[in-house]
Structures are given as structure tokens and as C-alpha cells.
DNA sequence: ATGAAAGCGCTAACAT
DNA sequence: ATGTTAGCGCTTTCAT
């Protein structure tokens, strides 16, 4: 039988209020008292019961509050799913959510968005962070005034939040590259498309690669293109270099743009010269992958991204557990044509 | 504002008492009341919730069961670390669980796990069924007597089951074949390592695999050998198969004596010879995707499949969901040395 | 600073 | 057949 407030009290010799006063620091209980009856907590092993804390807290709910940057990128239809689903497992516990969109990595934006969410008052922050000195201070600021933050997909370094839940991106392109590396026989030559933007996660994913694929000799990555993370870009840019280099048989898309460089292909007719290699499961992909264009794709559980920093996000809320910025690597997964979870 | 009994019992102008027997089919109400009352309740949108519930109920809980043929199998250790996370989460519910291992696919073994946890009462059960008819007649008749039951990994026909949770064997086989036809460059002489059982799922990867590599017309199927599930047994078949077959480059364990089996190739230095391709993340097979021996593994999610049969077994309970015979796939996902989760 | 008591939504034992 | 009431573990308001 778990042990109570109430089983404290009496070993404690004073009221279950008390109790609770000194166990959660709501003060108004003297300091050798509160020590005691937290070392009499302690010796017992009190575990306080959260189901019965949400019943009891019901009538001011847990307020959550998430900004991704989403708008036009299909990858995150499934993140937001995930975060839908985590959250009507909660919604027993009677929290509320407000989700904000945007476009891009405008840091103005999102900024703002994090000021309306700020005003409106929330317990909690699911945030796809931008990685610039404004957004770390305004989330170092939000965090000291008692929000737990966690952030979703993309780290950023110096904000004490809670935690990072999303995938290594180094690994995801050391995976990438390993199955390249396989499926062309260790002969290929390769164009690399990635985002302009010198993100951080994308560099990343394009070392992972080709850290593995040195140990292929007749891998060559023959030509970059960069596509600004927008498919019109994407489209020109991937059509420029299929053009340019009559050599190139193997394309690998970091991320954003997929979707209009696969549409650059099919529009040139070269299919049947190609073999494509790319991230997530994006309906071009998902489409491509079983055309037989795209070999493989790697999925990072954007899912199990969504909900895990919903879920991981209430229990730092309920538990007033302290931000220790630890890291929540979801699983990379190879996926081919018969294994696709779209 | 959701809606409670306490609304429902104001709009019907009758006692919460009454609601909660009427909703719940407790008896003792008189049938057009509870009609109404029930009708009302639908109208009003009512939810139970299911955290005042467990609270309320307390005093005598759910208790789970859990039958598993896991002894002397390391593939279960990530469905059993899977069951005891869920019930974790689950344990401010008040729930008890009792978990019994047993070794291989005996049927009295299994049914006397049965009886033993039938004598002393159990509200729901996670088993892996041993598709038999004895084991089927005993399910049904748990079915019967009020228990929700929940397959994990292995399915059953003809049982009531609320939930089948497990992998899609014939997929697993055809993301198996196709990974195996990528990285050999379709040239091959593949043995394959079964169990002996006649297993229907371990059939169902035989096939799903062939059934892609009859798109390969020069990977051939060598040599076919049956492991029992044995290690010893495995490594003695692998053995003779190889030394018997020189023409052997790629072998594919199809479960069950992988351990085995990967023994007796390095006992042979065959190890440069080899392609080899196996099931699942267990300890032999990560340290040999390592060496490089093993090319891939294919993930069931053995962790989420343990999680999701507790989850979903308890959310049946507290619902009263009628058996419906649900298919629950986990993903299946190809590994290499770069995206193990060991 | 501490205690007492009401209440969150639901169930179950006891009255009527 | 129906109503009333006392909890489940915790928070919160009101007394003291």
C-alpha cells in the first residue's frame, strides 16, 4: 500500500495540510518542521499520487502552450498528431493547449508568437526553437519565471529547458550514408541537396553521410545544391544539377525540398538514371518509394517526437522537476517500400 | 466545462447514484429510467473520467496478468522492460500486475500459467497465445467469465481477444527480402535458418521474403535448415549447412537460433564469406552488425509492443470495451550498424 | 504557523 | 428502484 500525505501526517504528528505546505514549498510552515516532515516523506518513500493531485488541481488546469514552425512543411503533420494524441490522453487530467503556427525561421515571428502565448499565461512550452541569442534569451527568461520548456526537433544550445526530444542528426546521416553506401554497391556518384540556411542539424546530417561514405572509394559526391528549404527552389536547383552533371546517378535530400526535387526528376525523365535517398516520410516520399525513385528514406519517429514532448513536458509540470537539459533521441529507422508507416 | 454524473443527474432530475448504475449496468434501476438517463448522457457529450475513476476505485484494483514465452529468449527483455514502463505510468492507477515466464511453446505449460492466474483473480491478461485448440477454448472461456485478454506478439484465430499487438509477419519477410536484394546487388546464394515448429509467423517471413526476391532471378535459395529454436540445435545445422554448401554467401535467420547460429560462423571463420541478415536487436545480433557480419536487422519495437499491450489492455478494462479483435501492427524497421537502439 | 474542512468526479455501501 | 453519504489522495480556503 503506497504511503499518503495523510500517513505522513500522523507519523508527523501534524496536519495533512501542513504536510502539504512543506512537501511543494508553498511556505507559511516553520523551517524545522517543514525539514522534519520532508525527511519523514523521504524515509518512507513517499511518492505523491498525480492522479489525485490533477483530480484536486482541476479547477486551474495545467496550461500548455506549442509553437512549430510547421506551415508548409508536410513533415510535421505527423509531429502535430503525436501532440494531439498526448494530449487527449491527458485531457482527464483537465490540462488546455493552444498550438501556434508558423512559417519558416523568422525569429521575429517567433518571438512573437511566444510573447501571445506569454500573455495569454501558460505552465509549459513545447517549442520548435530557432537558434539565435533573442529566442535563447526570451526562452532563458520565460524558463526563470517558472515555465518548463521543452523543445521539439531542434536544440538549441545555453536554454535550461527540460528537454530536447528529436533525433541525432549526425546519426540520421551516418545511417543515410551507411545504406548508400550498401544499396549502390559502394559505386555511385552523388549530389547532395541541402537547406541554404548553414543550419546546424543540416550540416550535421550531410557529415554524418559522408563520414561513412569515405569508406567507399567509388562514392563521389559529384555536385551540392542548396535549396533554401522551398520546393520552387528545390525544383530549379536539383534540375540545374541533373542537367549540369550527366554523371550524377544517386541523390541524397538532407531535408525541405524534397518534395519539389522529386518533381524536378519525374518532369527531366530520369527515373530510370536515379536512385534517390531521403528523410521522413512525406507523402512525395512515400509516393516515390513505392514508384521504386526513392530507395530509402529515414524516419525519425516525428510521432513518437510529438507526443513524447507533450507527455514529457506534463510530468515536468506535475512533479516541479528541475530543467536538466537532457537529450531524448528518437529512434532513426530505415524505411523502404514495404515497411513505410505513412 | 466537461460534463459529469453530476450534470447528468440534474438534467435527468434523478440521484448521481442512479447515474452511475444506469451508465455502468449495475442493475437495479428500472429500464426506462436508465434509457433516458443513458440518452442524456449521450446527448450531453458525456466522457467518464477515468482518473476519478481509478481514484474511486482504489480499494480494489485492476489486476493484470501476464503470460509470456520468454525464458531463454532475449528478444522478450525489451517487451518486458515495455510491459513494466506502462505499468509504471500506470501505477498512481492503483493496478497490480504478476508477470509468468515460461520456456518454449508448450501447450500444458501455458495452461497451467492459466489456471494459476485464473485461481487467483485477474481482471485482464497479456499473453502470447500457443495457437492450439485447448489454448484457444481456455481464452475464450476467460473471454467469458469477464477478463480482457490481449495478445502480444504471437496472434490466435478464432479467441476474442480486445487487441493482437504485434509485428506483421509477411511485411517483416518482405522488408527482410527487400533490404537482402538492395545491399547483395541482387547476386546471391542465400540459406535460410527457420524454426522447426511449422510456426505460422516464422512461415510468413519465409514467404514475404521469397515473394520479393523472385525480383532478383540470381539470388538463389541454397539450402533451407531448422533451428527447433535452439540454440545449440542452430548452431549445429548452421554448421553442416555451410560446410556442405560452398556456395553459401548470405544467410537469413529467420528468428530463434540466431545466437546460435552466428556462433558457428565464427567457430568456421567464415566470417568474410558471409552476408548475413537476422530479425530483431538482441545481443548477438547488435555486436555482429558491429563486426560487420551481420549487413541488417529488422526491428518488430519490441518495447512498444510490451507498452502498448498493458496500455491498451488497462484502457479496456476501465472502458468496458466489448472484445473486438483489434490488429494492432508495430512498425518494422531496418537497422544497421548506425541506427541500433540496443 | 498550523489545523479543519470542503471538494475534484466517481464508486460503493448503506438507507429508504 | 432510488437516494444519500462516505471516501479515494490531494489542494485550497477558511479558521484558529
Redesign the pocket.
Given at each position: 500500500?503506497?504511503v499518503?500525505?495523510?500517513d505522513i501526517?500522523k507519523a508527523a504528528?501534524?496536519?495533512?495540510?501542513?504536510?502539504?505546505?512543506?512537501?511543494?514549498d508553498?511556505?507559511?510552515?516553520?523551517p524545522?518542521?517543514?525539514a522534519r516532515i520532508k525527511s519523514i516523506a523521504a524515509d518512507m518513500g513517499?511518492?505523491?499520487?498525480t492522479i489525485?493531485?490533477a483530480?484536486?488541481?482541476?479547477?486551474?488546469p495545467v496550461r500548455l502552450g506549442v509553437i512549430l514552425n510547421s506551415i508548409g512543411n508536410p513533415f510535421w503533420d505527423k509531429v502535430i498528431d503525436g501532440i494531439n494524441s498526448a494530449y487527449d490522453n491527458l485531457s482527464d487530467f483537465?490540462i488546455s493547449m493552444e498550438i501556434r503556427k508558423m512559417r519558416g525561421y523568422d525569429q521575429e515571428r517567433q518571438l512573437h508568437e511566444l510573447e501571445h502565448l506569454k500573455e495569454k499565461g501558460i505552465d509549459g512550452l513545447v517549442i520548435t526553437p530557432i537558434s539565435t541569442p533573442k529566442v535563447r534569451d526570451a526562452l532563458n527568461e520565460l524558463i526563470r519565471s517558472g515555465v518548463q520548456v521543452v523543445c521539439c526537433n531542434l536544440d538549441i544550445d545555453d536554454v535550461a529547458y527540460q528537454a530536447y526530444v528529436g533525433c541525432d542528426y549526425f546519426c540520421s546521416g551516418q545511417t543515410a550514408g551507411a545504406i548508400i553506401g550498401m544499396t549502390t554497391h559502394g559505386e555511385s556518384n552523388l549530389g547532395i541537396i541541402t537547406s541554404s540556411h548553414g543550419l546546424y542539424f543540416h550540416e550535421m546530417r550531410v557529415k554524418g553521410c559522408t563520414s561513412v561514405l569515405k569508406n567507399y572509394p567509388n562514392i563521389h559526391i559529384t555536385d551540392y545544391a542548396e535549396a533554401e528549404d522551398d520546393e520552387e527552389v528545390s525544383y530549379n536547383e536539383v534540375k540545374k544539377m541533373l542537367l549540369k552533371n550527366e554523371k550524377i546517378d544517386t541523390l541524397y535530400f538532407v531535408t525541405g525540398g524534397t518534395t519539389g526535387g522529386l518533381r524536378a526528376i519525374h518532369d527531366l525523365h530520369m527515373e530510370k538514371r536515379l536512385r534517390v535517398f531521403t528523410f521522413d516520410q512525406i507523402p512525395a516520399v512515400i509516393e516515390n518509394l513505392k514508384s521504386g525513385l526513392v530507395i530509402a528514406t529515414i524516419d525519425q519517429q516525428p510521432f513518437v517526437q510529438g507526443a513524447t514532448s507533450v507527455r514529457m513536458l506534463f510530468e515536468a509540470i506535475m512533479t516541479k522537476q528541475i530543467p536538466t537539459r537532457r537529450q531524448v533521441f528518437t529512434e532513426l529507422n530505415i524505411k523502404n517500400r514495404y515497411n513505410i508507416t505513412g
Open positions: 500500500m503506497p499518503t500525505i495523510k501526517a504528528n501534524v496536519s495533512r495540510g501542513t504536510v502539504d505546505r512543506a512537501l511543494n508553498r511556505g507559511g510552515v516553520n524545522d518542521v517543514a513517499y511518492k505523491p499520487n489525485a493531485k483530480l484536486a488541481t482541476r479547477s486551474n483537465g
